[in-house]
């Protein structure tokens, strides 16, 4: 007993001098079941063997596959083995043996589990120490006893001694015999005590190896499939490669073709300047040679037009003598020709004012400019027919009306109180013939300048048109001619005429911070022209979300 502790007590030495002395932390610790460990032990099996590339070396120890049956947890899994060769001539060629996925034994698990079968030992060791001397000094008592019994009966005494004497003999018998019994009894239980115990361990040990194998047959489940990752990822690199060397063997082809095409191409250019140049060679040398026949055909030619030339100037200058002294005897047949002349030039040039003039009423009545988008002017049989409705038709006047047209627009009370006011100046000029004051309405898009200046439109009693100033940048230098005509078509309205220039900012910026064409400049001026001073037939309203661009 004191050999085993002291055997213990050298291989918890052994193991403190083997550790670090670093700190290390813990986590969790749970205290370890000794009789399992004991069991494992007990199962363990010492082999004498050698190993394949070794095969000259006797080794003594456990087999990784008991080892992996008994503590799975004993038995690491490692990637990659790789074994030197022993020498150089040997059977392998001098190459190292490489080895996936190879179990090796962790001998600092199975030193750590001998160490707890050891403790186990001892403490049973201990307990049966125990008990043993506790029976020796019951066993000891007993023998002291029947001693003394054994004195007194061979000692003289009387006949009722004798029979105490034979009393307490049967007594001490009696007590030995429980003694045993209970000695027996005892035994018995830790027998059976012990045997649950190794049952118990055994059924622990079954289920923590079938937990570890599952563990290990996991890990080894991962491994295997990372090592097929691997193994498709290096098959995708090497098609990649593969793919990129044909792109690469492509594009060299292709480059070279490309190069010879370049090649005939040019080939084929220097052949055809050559050849051009060899015509033209043979047509300078031609011209050379011929160059005397030339000139005197040119001469000819050039005589004969001279000839020709003086011919017609002879004839023209007699018939122009001729008619001269004609005209000298008739003077009044020469006026009256010159006046039937003259009022046929005149007719021509009124007729052709007056056919432009009807173009123009018909273009303001029936059709409309190319810039206007939308308006309220009707065509002339319409505005016919409102003209004579609106002579029955009792007119609307007055504040309360304005009212009522700008009833439904929503805006804040200072700016629509200003835009009413806007209106009552506008039909008071109207009313007095008074010119206009144009307006310039801003505000982001969807804010209602459009729906504001129809209301406008429609409390002043003038027609409505609306116009984008985006249209007149594409318009080109027809920019011009086509505002022209949008404003004589606008004096053309009886009621006048509001005219809104939708995103004004698309051509009339600053010309100061903004660089415009030669169009948009004279498209402009054009504008300018017509609204530089007081308009009394129409009123401007330009509509922008950007008026400092103006």
């Known amino acids: 007993m004191r050999l085993l502790t002291t055997a213990l007590g050298a291989l918890a030495v052994a193991s403190a001098a083997s550790t670090p002395t670093a700190a290390t932390a813990y986590v969790d610790p749970v205290p370890l079941n000794t ?13 004498a063997y050698s190993l394949d590339h070794d095969p000259d070396r006797l ?45 090796i034994v962790n001998e600092q ?100 190896s079938e937990d570890l194998t599952l563990q290990r047959l996991a890990k080894e489940d991962e491994a295997a499939r990372v090592r097929a990752e691997e193994a498709m990822r290096f098959k995708l690199e090497a098609a990649q490669k593969v793919e990129q060397a044909r792109a690469e063997s492509a594009e060299a082809l292709s480059a070279v073709e490309h190069e010879r095409a370049l090649l005939i191409q040019r080939a084929a250019e220097e052949a055809k300047v050559k050849t051009t140049r060899s015509i033209a060679a043979a047509k300078a040398q031609a011209e050379r040679e011929n160059e005397g026949l030339y000139l005197r055909r ?13 011919a017609i100037v002879h004839a023209l200058a007699g018939h122009f003598a001729s008619s001269m002294t004609w005209a000298a005897k008739h003077p009044r047949q020469v006026f009256v020709f010159v006046g039937y002349l003259s009022l046929i030039f005149a007719a021509i040039f009124a007729a052709r004012e007056a056919a432009r003039l009807c173009r123009l009423l018909l273009e303001a009545s029936i059709g409309q400019p190319r810039l206007v988008r939308e308006t309220s002017c009707a065509s002339l049989p319409r505005s016919i027919v409102s003209a004579m409705l609106n002579l029955f038709r009792r007119q609307k006047t007055g504040d309360d009306h304005i009212d009522e047209i700008f009833q439904d627009v929503v805006l804040s009370d200072p700016l629509k109180d200003r835009v009413i006011t806007l209106a009552k100046a506008a039909r008071n000029a109207k009313r007095h013939d008074a010119p206009y004051r144009h307006v310039l309405l801003y505000g982001a898009p969807g804010t209602g300048k459009t729906m504001v200046a129809k209301k406008l439109a429609q409390s002043t009693g003038m027609d409505f048109a609306l116009m984008s100033g985006g249209d007149v940048g594409p318009l080109g230098s027809d920019a011009v001619s086509q505002i022209h005509s949008l404003f004589r078509w606008a004096k053309m309205s009886h009621k006048g005429l509001l005219l809104l220039v939708d995103e004004a900012e698309a051509f009339l910026g600053n010309r100061k911070h903004s660089k415009m064409s030669e169009n948009a400049h004279n498209a402009l001026n054009a504008l300018l022209y017509h609204t530089g001073g007081e308009r009394r037939d129409f009123l401007l309203v330009l509509a922008t979300n950007r008026a400092e661009d103006l």
Request: with cysteine.
């Open 59 to 103: 080794r003594i120890g456990v087999q990784n596959a008991d080892v992996a049956a008994v503590l799975p947890e004993a038995v690491d899994i490692l990637p990659t083995q790789i074994i030197p060769p022993r020498t150089k001539n040997s059977s392998d060629g001098g190459q190292p043996i490489i080895r996936r996925d190879v179990p």
């Open 35 to 47: 009789t399992q460990c004991l069991e494992s032990i007990r199962r363990l099996s010492l082999s």
């Open 298 to 310: 040119l001469k000819a030619k050039m005589e004969q037009t001279r000839q020709k030339n003086i």
């Open 109 to 208: 698990v199975v030193f750590l589990t001998g160490i707890g079968a050891t403790q186990e030992l001892i403490a049973t060791a201990s307990s049966l120490d125990a008990l043993l001397d506790d029976q020796i000094d019951r066993v000891a008592n007993l023998v002291g006893q029947v001693g003394l019994l054994e004195e007194l009966l061979t000692s003289p005494s009387t006949t009722d001694g004798e029979e105490e004497l034979r009393m307490r003999a049967a007594a001490a018998e009696a007590a030995i015999t429980k003694a045993e019994m209970e000695l027996e009894v005892a035994r018995a239980k830790d027998e059976e005590e012990y045997v649950r115990t190794t049952n118990e361990a055994e059924l622990m040990q079954m289920q923590r």
